[in-house]
């Protein structure tokens, strides 16, 4: 459905070049959640923002539906726009808070022409489809909760029948138990309308349970991409061995027994990338020759990707 | 001396908005042992930051207590100065660094003036350099000169830590102190806190509303909800023989790390408005097994063990 190749979106900067995405790729099959994981500031957000083109891609391609839109104009993109649809981190940010709720599912409808006669109905439906009543369409955004707010923002992507959907952090505003009812509700939808998902999230927990496959993100590169199961399980690169072993375990007795992998210092900005494998400054099994090495995602095996070619 | 580092006894503040009073703590009642660490979970508005702000006495202007004692190693809080126990004997570290670090000024001036205001008796350049280097924020020598703004999120975590045990408190309260943080900087900095605890032999409240930070790290764990404590116990009575409907709601709706595939039972519905909190139970919206008595009334506290114990209407009937 959606194909990613060698993607790469640098922004310029009075600091000089930021290499926000680097070389980005990835295929998502119709119907899967592909998970998008990895550190703040790693490039998933631009990623997301740069395949529904709110940012000009600098290399690489984006085939959507075998159709290339990498360098299509913004007019061009409008009814792939409509196809693909966004989801975003803050639910206090990302709707206006001078328009009513209604309004706010209502604006995609207007701006992709579905017809006037149709807009009340179709504002009903998708209120009780993410479980607001029809009644709460005329209050604002500050009168609700964050995790109302976050169900606006996911009726506000339906409107106009997505097929592909970019989740940026749908859940990491909201409470421990309201997560829940919003990740039931994707994938609810995701069954009835049969929805494709790119799930961005730093809950690597919550990531294993909503995704098919997961890609796991360093400094602008996939370093890694395997089936969910797969990469929790039987993890290969030494950065995605980290932070599985630093995810926090809700089970007293397993987070005892469980050794993490620490890792020396913090992330590198994407400013100065360090030369060769990116990660050989944190790197427990650098070896010298990796500050030169040119790295590249490799199936070791049943579409197992990895980019380090150190693994057992 | 008692066992007991800090007593909070029937704890009730409020802010009081335009909109009227919020009732942000209603009734709290703990304990926090010497060298031990206790975790706070709760959802997002349950009172965690007003308790805590409480008793460092930084409720604000809006803020009041409106009754309940607060004792610090058996002593009336409300008699001391706190700006003598502030940052001496009890420091916190806030979610977000930057509203507590200064942006004009170098880190080493930040650390140094909390020595000079307490008078610390050694050299305090040397004091403040070495709890650099302990929490690594390294070569300590250049790092002391820079501003907040030269450092990355989690390095500025650790510089709030440095600061926030600088003096050798006997109480560290730390407010989601790795919540912005990514998950390989969490691990980090839960470590180092934990090891400094261990070396210095603290006391420590850890508030954080995720469920793994607590099994990681605390000794005894306090449920709350809607300002008031459900359930309280040894992080194994939480986990493994929790008692109170929320706390059960609240481990069911992670994904279980054994099957992680499994459905997610939410919790369902919202929070109460804590400008109308419920008269009774403050869960009794969202309960699945709620009875007519936990509209009214407050359930009592319910004793299970030494340790453990939950306050819920479900437990007197069962005890009848
Ligand atoms: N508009 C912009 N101009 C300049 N730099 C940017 C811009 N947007 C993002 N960046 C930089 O690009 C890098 C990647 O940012 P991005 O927001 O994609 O990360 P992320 O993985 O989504 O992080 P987070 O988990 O914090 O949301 C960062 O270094 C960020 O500072
Ligand atoms: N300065 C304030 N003025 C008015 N109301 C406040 C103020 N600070 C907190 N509140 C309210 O008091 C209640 C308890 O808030 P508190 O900050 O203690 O929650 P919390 O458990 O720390 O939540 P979080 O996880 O979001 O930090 C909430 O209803 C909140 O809206
Ligand atoms: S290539 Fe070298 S530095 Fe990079 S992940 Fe593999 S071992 Fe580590
Ligand atoms: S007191 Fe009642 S409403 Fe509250 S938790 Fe117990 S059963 Fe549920
Ligand atoms: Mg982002
Ligand atoms: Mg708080």
């Known amino acids: 459905m959606l194909s990613v190749e060698n993607l790469k979106k640098y922004f310029y900067t009075s600091n000089g070049i930021v290499h926000s995405v680097d070389g980005v790729s990835f295929n998502l099959r119709k119907g899967e959640t592909l998970g998008l994981v990895g550190e703040s500031g790693c490039g998933k957000t631009t990623t997301g923002r740069t395949i529904i083109k709110l940012y000009e891609p600098d290399e690489g391609k984006i085939i959507f539906d075998n159709q290339d839109i990498t360098h299509i104009t913004q007019n061009e993109m409008l009814p792939f726009r409509k196809r693909i649809q966004m989801i975003f981190q803050d639910p206090y940010a990302s709707l206006n808070p001078r328009m009513t709720a209604g309004d706010i599912v209502r604006e995609p409808m207007i701006i ?25 369409a005329g209050r604002y955004p500050h009168e609700f909760s964050g995790g109302q707010r976050q169900r606006i923002g996911i009726a506000r992507a339906l409107a106009v029948e997505p097929e592909l959907i970019i989740c940026d952090e749908p859940i990491s505003a909201l409470d421990v138990s309201i997560q829940a009812q919003i990740v039931n509700m994707l994938e609810d939808l995701q069954n009835q309308l049969g929805l494709t998902y790119l799930f961005i999230a730093h809950d690597l927990s919550m990531v294993r349970h909503i995704s098919t496959r997961v890609a796991v993100m360093y400094l602008g590169k996939i370093v890694e991409l395997a089936d969910s199961d797969e990469l929790y399980t039987n993890p290969k690169h030494p950065y995605t061995l980290s932070l599985m072993s630093s995810i926090p375990i809700p089970d007293p007795d397993k ?18 990338l360090p030369e060769g494998c990116s990660f050989h400054p944190r790197c427990p099994k650098a070896k010298p020759e990796c500050r030169s090495l040119d790295v590249t995602l490799k199936d070791i095996g049943n579409g197992h990707l990895c980019s380090c070619p150190f693994t057992e | ?13 409020s802010f009081f908005t335009s909109a009227g009073e919020v009732k942000a703590v209603g009734g709290v009642t703990f304990d926090v042992r010497k060298g031990e660490v206790l975790g706070i979970v709760g959802e997002s508005g349950s009172g965690k930051s007003a308790t805590m702000l409480s008793v460092m006495g930084l409720q604000g202007t809006s803020g009041r207590i409106k009754s309940g004692k607060i004792m610090f190693n058996d002593e009336d809080m409300s008699t001391m100065n706190m700006n003598e126990i502030r940052g001496r004997k009890i420091s916190m570290i806030f979610q977000d660094p930057m509203t507590s670090l200064n942006p004009v000024l170098t880190i080493g001036y930040q650390l140094e003036e909390s020595l000079r205001r307490h008078k610390w008796k050694g050299d305090i350049h040397s004091r403040a350099l070495e709890m650099l280097e302990r929490v690594g924020v390294v070569p300590a020598e250049k790092r002391i000169r820079q501003y907040p703004h030269e450092f990355s999120g989690g390095q500025r975590q650790r510089i709030m830590i440095a600061m926030a045990m600088i003096c050798e408190p006997e109480l560290l309260i730390a407010d989601e102190p790795t919540t912005a943080l990514d998950v390989t900087v969490q691990a980090q900095i839960l470590d180092l806190m934990k090891e400094l605890q261990k070396s210095s032999g603290m006391s ?13 790290n605390a000794d005894r764990v306090l449920v709350m909800y809607g300002g008031q404590i459900m359930e309280m116990g040894t992080r194994r009575d939480i986990f493994y023989s929790s008692a109170h409907p929320y706390t059960k709601g609240l481990l069911r709706s992670v994904p279980n790390p054994d099957m992680p595939k499994e459905r997610l039972i939410p919790i369902e519905g919202q929070p109460p408005d804590l400008l109308n909190p419920p008269k009774g139970c403050p869960y009794v919206k969202r309960c699945p097994e709620a009875m007519k008595i936990c509209m009214n009334q407050k359930p009592e506290r319910i004793t299970l063990s030494e340790s453990h114990c939950y306050s819920c209407w479900l437990g007197v009937k069962n005890n009848a």
């Open chain 1, 112 to 136: 992709h022409g579905i017809p006037k006669d149709e807009h009340d109905d179709r504002i009903n439906h998708l209120m009780r489809l993410v479980d607001l009543n029809s009644e709460q």
């Open chain 1, 255 to 272: 987070s005892d027994s469980r050794h993490h992998i620490s890792l020396k210092g913090e992330i590198p900005n994407a400013l100065n």
């Open chain 2, 1 to 13: 001396m008692s066992e007991n580092i800090l007593r909070v006894e029937d704890l009730h503040m």
């Open chain 2, 204 to 216: 420590v409240i850890l508030i954080t509303h995720d469920l793994g930070v607590i099994a990681g």
